[in-house]
């Protein structure tokens, strides 16, 4: 089994968490929330190439509050318009998402990036309520993304 890279400098402190509002989708099933400082660099966890990206967005929510009373489409249209993320593809053809960086994106769509690279920088963007990275390893079947176990050097 490949073995990924920690996606952020190994100088930093850290939190890892999974969690329920992951669990309960099949496109999130594995994903992994690392909580880290604002600013802190997004690095490739494994080389590929850019399929995707967005760079455009400074706009969160954080307040579970209001986070608990949107609908599912309200929340599904927040974080597909103010989420910047990198979305990268492997040479199996699975893909890895990087979600909730700031502005100062690193990458271009189609460039190729090796394991270790820097891709951007940890923000608040989409439905985030502490700055953190959310990471996530997928396939794509019959259309939609199905989260997959992955495994750290
Ligand atoms: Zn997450």
Do not use: W
């Amino acid at each position: 089994m490949v073995k990924y890279s920690y996606p952020f400098p190994n100088n930093i402190n850290y939190k890892m968490h999974t969690g329920e509002h992951h669990e309960k989708f099949l496109e999130t099933k594995f994903a992994i929330d690392f909580i880290l400082p604002m600013k802190t660099k997004v690095l490739a966890a494994r080389a590929g190439k850019v399929v995707s990206l967005k760079k455009d967005s400074n706009k969160y929510i954080s307040n579970m509050k209001i986070i608990n009373a949107m609908t599912q489409e309200a929340i599904k249209h927040f974080v597909e318009k103010y989420t910047n993320f990198v979305c990268i593809t492997h040479s199996d053809g699975t893909f890895a998402e990087y979600l909730h960086l700031d502005r100062n994106v690193q990458v271009k769509e189609g460039q190729k990036v090796k394991a270790g690279e820097i891709m951007g920088y940890i923000g608040m963007t989409g439905l985030t309520t502490q700055s953190h990275l959310h990471f996530n390893v997928f396939k794509i079947k019959n259309g939609k993304g199905i989260s997959i176990p992955i495994e750290f050097k």
